[in-house]
């Protein structure tokens, strides 16, 4: 049997998540979504999509994911599981993503949810360190739930919100409205050009030139540039309501040590 599973992670809550799952049930492969390679997906019979929940959909990523790279090969899956990351309203994320793997031809057999901190600074405050440390001590015990329920193959799906299929419509019309705020990033002087930005992009939409940082229209607002830059030197044109902040996904995502009940 083979097994497989892509994220989608931008400060690095989906990322820690998908590893965890990939080493607890030896997966094959763990890998970005931008960095799928149809060919080795051919032979696949267990299947997985880790990713988070950005303005209660899914991120704009996944309708060029599953339509373009999952739609385009037959794979003979025996079990497809999705496992959403959210601050806290995953709202239709589920239901969404479960209509544009239909539309593809497939059909998810588990869907599980991890509440994490929440890493969109224009809005929220990223907590204090001991908060993100019970936050994610939570979310570890979660996932290792969910672990076992895809070792078992359990069968899962959330109930649909009233109106879902009216957001999956209005996901589809109005996604691309995102991509363009890449225009409210700024980098100042402080800027290494090191390439940190550019390789935590998952969509690929940042670029070196000349030692300077660029922006090319395709953003999903992640934040990745910003909460990886290791000067702080990516900013925005409009300071966040609660200042500048950082965040990090767990870089070692297991709970403290003693404490493995």
Not at 44 to 51: A, I, K, Q
Not at 114 to 139: G, H, S, W
Request: glycine share 8%.
């Amino acid at each position: 049997m083979s097994s497989g599973m892509f994220y989608f992670s931008g400060a690095g809550n989906s990322k820690a998540v998908a590893s965890m799952i990939a080493k607890e049930l030896s997966f094959d492969f763990c890998t970005r979504m931008a960095d799928a390679d149809t060919e080795v997906m051919n032979d696949l019979n267990v299947l997985g999509l880790v990713f988070p929940s950005y303005y209660g959909v899914p991120p704009a990523y996944l309708i060029h994911f599953i339509h373009d790279v999952l739609g385009s090969i037959e794979m003979n899956l025996e079990y497809l599981f999705i496992v959403i990351t959210h601050g806290g309203g995953p709202m239709y994320t589920a239901a969404v993503t479960e209509m544009l793997l239909q539309d593809a031809g497939y059909v998810a057999s588990y869907t599980g949810l991890v509440r994490m901190v929440d890493t969109y600074i224009p809005l929220f405050r990223v907590p204090e360190k001991e908060k993100q440390d019970r936050m994610n001590e939570k979310a570890f015990r979660k996932v290792q739930n969910i672990i076992e329920d895809i070792r078992e193959q359990a069968i899962e799906v959330k109930t649909r919100w009233p109106l879902s299929r009216n957001a999956y419509r209005l996901f589809n019309s109005i996604h691309h409205l995102r991509y363009n705020k890449d225009k409210k990033f700024t980098v100042d002087e402080r800027c290494t050009a090191c390439g940190v930005c550019v390789e935590v992009c998952p969509v690929g939409n940042i670029t070196l030139s000349d030692g300077k940082v660029e922006y090319h229209g395709a953003c999903e607002q992640c934040f990745a540039c910003y909460h990886h830059c290791p000067t702080h030197a990516i900013g925005r044109t409009r300071r966040p309501l609660h200042g500048y902040q950082y965040y990090r996904g767990p870089h070692n995502f297991q709970l403290p040590q003693g404490d493995q009940s």
